[in-house]
């Protein structure tokens, strides 16, 4: 099998560009403290891929592998504390709102469980519309990296279905409190690392680049996993990984 990417930490990003580009991790690390690279990282929000991805190609003097397809993806969401609660895998935008509802059900007062159902159905086709979508075609929705899942503000909202973000569902403020209340106090907020196709490899490559660039890690390009509303088996989860 391909070596599979990955990043939970910069040594995990340096050694994925390593086995990327064929070299060693010192290479890397050496790239990284050049001038033209740290040129690029003064300012990330320019961060141009091809010319990043040309510097990088220059200091290395190497090219990234042809043969990696998937890359480990990082999903932000929360949970019992069991592994059985993912026993269905990672599912799309549409089953998710059902089966994260059914799973919480017994919290939920019998009265308020199908106007929630509701709810969650409006948003997510209102955000699926927004795309360009269908509910059935959207999510899982994915980081490339471990840092921008659990520390970004991005990744630290998405800890609760992205329904509940979303001021589409404050037409029913005292449910989205319940449910708000619900998840903060008795599920666990986790990052689902999983095994997924890269649907664009330059950008990708430009993604750990960019992290390993910047000063806390957090600044990110655009994500590269396209879920299309198609569940990632239980058997593609590579971890669930804790975070506080």
């Known amino acids: 099998?391909?070596?599979?990417?990955?990043?939970?930490?910069?040594e995990d990003a340096i050694k994925s560009l390593s086995e990327i580009y064929a070299v060693s991790t010192e290479k890397i690390d050496r790239a990284l403290r050049e001038p033209q690279a740290r040129e690029i990282a003064e300012f990330p929000s320019e961060i141009d891929v091809p010319n990043l991805l040309f510097v990088m190609h220059y200091l290395l003097k190497a090219s990234p592998r042809a043969d990696i397809?998937?890359?480990?993806?990082?999903?932000?969401?929360?949970?019992?504390?069991?592994?059985?609660?993912?026993?269905?895998?990672?599912l799309g935008s549409s089953q998710a709102v059902e089966r994260f509802l059914d799973k919480i059900s017994d919290w939920l007062p019998?009265?308020?469980?199908?106007?929630?159902?509701?709810?969650?159905?409006?948003?997510?086709?209102?955000?699926?519309e927004d795309e360009?979508?269908?509910?059935?075609?959207?999510?899982?929705?994915?980081?490339?990296?471990?840092?921008?899942?659990?520390?970004?503000?991005?990744?630290i909202n998405y800890r609760v279905p992205e329904a509940l973000l979303?001021?589409?569902?404050?037409?029913?403020?005292?449910?989205?409190?319940?449910?708000?209340?619900?998840?903060?106090?008795?599920?666990?907020?986790?990052?689902?690392?999983?095994?997924?196709k890269i649907s664009n490899f330059d950008t990708y490559c430009a993604t750990l680049w960019a992290y390993l660039l910047s000063d806390d890690g957090k600044f990110?390009?655009?994500?590269?996993?396209?879920?299309?509303?198609?569940?990632?088996?239980?058997?593609?989860?590579?971890?669930?990984?804790?975070?506080?």
């Open 1 to 10: 099998m391909s070596f599979i990417p990955s990043c939970d930490h910069r």
């Open 69 to 90: 397809t998937h890359a480990c993806y990082y999903h932000s969401t929360s949970y019992s504390g069991c592994p059985s609660w993912f026993d269905e895998g990672l």
């Open 110 to 128: 019998p009265e308020k469980q199908l106007a929630a159902k509701q709810e969650f159905r409006k948003v997510v086709n209102l955000r699926s």
């Open 132 to 155: 360009g979508s269908t509910a059935e075609m959207c999510g899982p929705y994915a980081w490339n990296t471990f840092t921008a899942a659990s520390s970004s503000p991005s990744g």
């Open 166 to 196: 979303s001021s589409n569902f404050y037409g029913n403020e005292e449910l989205a409190d319940d449910l708000r209340g619900i998840i903060e106090e008795r599920l666990k907020p986790v990052v689902v690392k999983f095994k997924g």
């Open 220 to 244: 990110n390009l655009t994500h590269t996993f396209m879920g299309n509303g198609l569940a990632i088996p239980k058997d593609d989860i590579v971890a669930l990984m804790n975070v506080p």
